[in-house]
């Protein structure tokens, strides 16, 4: 199984600064890799896709990248609503498998 | 807009059984993989099962392997996911979900609210 570590578990960044979060494959899978939000009680909601391509209705402020082993996301502006938990997740090899999240909070 | 109501969660003592079923609407149901995805409360995700869009060949996780079974009822637009033997290990919510990219039900691409099951005595 492809194992996939999130740094960090927690990030804490003001309202309007920009958001890294990581990602680390521990093998190659390709492009076939996800990011998913999940704020409290609510069900994910994906936000990437391809490693880079956003899902509908996702604003711009979200990119992904990445190929490979290592990945990223990043928030450029951090609106109030983008506080959550945020999940990595590979699709390339069986089983898809998800990074154990970074939870996001404000500073 | 894409819809997925769960249903059938609850209390289960160990070594029962229980059958999630998932209400789909809001889009081309016949044409979608799908998968079920569970998540301990506070805990992380983790992929349970997927159907193949096309061959309606199935996967699973080697955790449920053997125990779990999922299916589809086209005519009714239904997703299910027949659980037994179950196991304290299996208490968490599980959601359904549609991979809209891909064939064969790994990419999440929506997510239903999901349904708790518990497997207590």
């Known amino acids: 199984e492809v194992v996939l570590t999130q740094s960090p578990a927690t990030l804490s960044v003001s309202p309007g600064e920009r958001a890294t979060l990581s990602c680390r494959a521990s093998?190659?899978?390709?492009?076939?890799f996800a990011w998913h939000q999940q704020k409290p009680g609510q069900a994910p909601r994906l936000l990437v896709y391809?490693?880079?391509t956003r899902a509908t209705g996702i604003p711009a402020r979200f990119s992904g990248s990445g190929s490979g082993t290592y990945f990223t996301l990043t928030i450029s502006s951090l609106q109030s609503e983008d506080f959550a938990v945020y999940y990595c997740?590979?699709?390339?090899?069986?089983?898809?498998?998800f990074g154990q999240g970074t939870k996001l909070e404000i500073k | 807009e894409v819809r997925l109501l769960e249903s059938g969660g609850g209390l289960v003592q160990p070594g029962g059984s229980l059958r999630l079923s998932c209400a789909a609407s809001?889009?081309?149901?016949?044409?979608?993989?799908m998968a079920w995805v569970r998540q301990v409360p506070g805990r992380g995700l983790e992929w349970v099962s997927g159907?193949?869009?096309?061959?309606?060949?199935?996967n699973y996780a080697d955790s449920v392997k053997g125990r779990f079974t999922i299916s589809r009822d086209n005519s009714k637009n239904t997703l299910f996911l027949q659980m037994t033997s179950l196991r304290a290990d299996d208490t968490a919510i599980y959601f359904c979900?549609?991979?809209?990219?891909?064939?064969?039900?790994?990419?999440?691409?929506?997510w239903g609210q999901g349904t708790l099951v518990t497997v207590s005595s």
């Open positions: 093998q190659s899978v390709s492009s076939n």
């Open positions: 979900a549609r991979d809209a990219v891909t064939l064969f039900g790994v990419l999440m691409t929506d």
């Open positions: 159907l193949n869009r096309d061959t309606l060949s199935t």
């Open positions: 997740q590979q699709y390339n090899k069986w089983p898809p498998s």
């Open positions: 809001g889009f081309s149901f016949t044409n979608s993989a």
């Open positions: 391809g490693a880079s």
